[in-house]
Nanobody
């Protein structure tokens, strides 16, 4: 069974930084499309960033220039470097990996990011 384990969330002041990590349990999936969604209280889950199998990166407009997604296939990890954090970035962040067979997307358990002074 494929598992994703996120880490790196926490409480940070506005303007601060955090780096989220997501480890995938199966080596064969490490180079697949992976990414991060987030869900704030009372809001729908939204895509934050994703990195394709060809290492193309896509970001939601709200985080462009502040967040960077990257991957280390050898370590089977994807990262989300979050800089200049704002209160509106507060949410539970979920990692996913996309597969070519059902279930097409496997999700992690989520990690809480809280931006507050």
């Amino acid at each position: 069974q494929v598992q994703l384990v996120e880490s790196g969330g926490g409480l940070v002041q506005p303007g601060g930084s955090l780096r989220l990590s997501c480890a995938v349990s199966r080596s064969s999936l490490a180079s697949n499309e992976m990414g991060w969604y987030r869900q704030a209280p009372g809001k729908q889950r939204e895509l934050v960033a994703r990195i394709t199998s060809g290492d193309t990166t896509i970001y939601v407009d709200a985080v462009k220039g502040r967040f960077t997604i990257s991957r280390d296939n050898a370590k089977k990890k994807v990262y989300l470097q979050m800089n200049t954090l704002k209160a509106e970035d507060t949410a539970v962040y979920y990692c996913y990996v996309h597969r070519s067979i059902s279930p097409y997307d496997i999700w992690g358990q989520g990690t809480q990011v809280t931006v507050s002074s």
